[in-house]
């Protein structure tokens, strides 16, 4: 069973960057990776993947100032975002499709991280 463990996160002010990491065993499989986010009161939407050969797709609310990305030695998927606002409020959670089916939506993955609280305030 992949079991994927988050870090990073907190709480930042306008315009700051955080990073988020999410380790587990990303080199054994052909996986998909994502990360996606919910706010309170707000379903759940996909932020960012990196599919298992490098193809990334981002959210249109994330292009230009959030970077996805896997490093396989160290079996760790990351999330670099930048320019941050308010609206990135949400707690954010890292998922896994062992199919590899490259797709933004959260009924395709089978494995997902404890999730992270990430706070913007203006």
């Known amino acids: 069973v992949l079991q994927l463990l988050q870090s990073g996160g907190g709480s930042v002010q306008a315009g700051g960057s955080l990073r988020l990491s999410c380790a587990g065993s990303?080199?054994?499989?052909?996986?998909?990776m994502a990360w996606f986010r919910q706010a309170p009161g707000k379903e759940r939407e996909g932020v960012a993947l990196?599919?298992?050969?490098?193809?990334?797709v981002y959210a249109d609310s994330v292009k230009g100032r959030f970077t996805i990305s896997k490093d396989k030695d160290k079996e760790t998927l990351y999330l670099e975002m930048n320019s941050l606002n308010p609206e990135d409020t949400a707690m954010y959670y890292c998922?896994?499709?062992?199919?590899?089916?490259?797709?933004?939506?959260?009924?395709?993955?089978?494995?997902w991280g404890q999730g992270t609280q990430v706070t913007v305030s203006s």
């Open positions: 998922a896994a499709d062992a199919e590899n089916r490259v797709r933004l939506e959260s009924r395709w993955y089978d494995y």
């Open positions: 990196i599919s298992a050969n490098g193809i990334t």
């Open positions: 990303l080199n054994r499989r052909f996986y998909t």
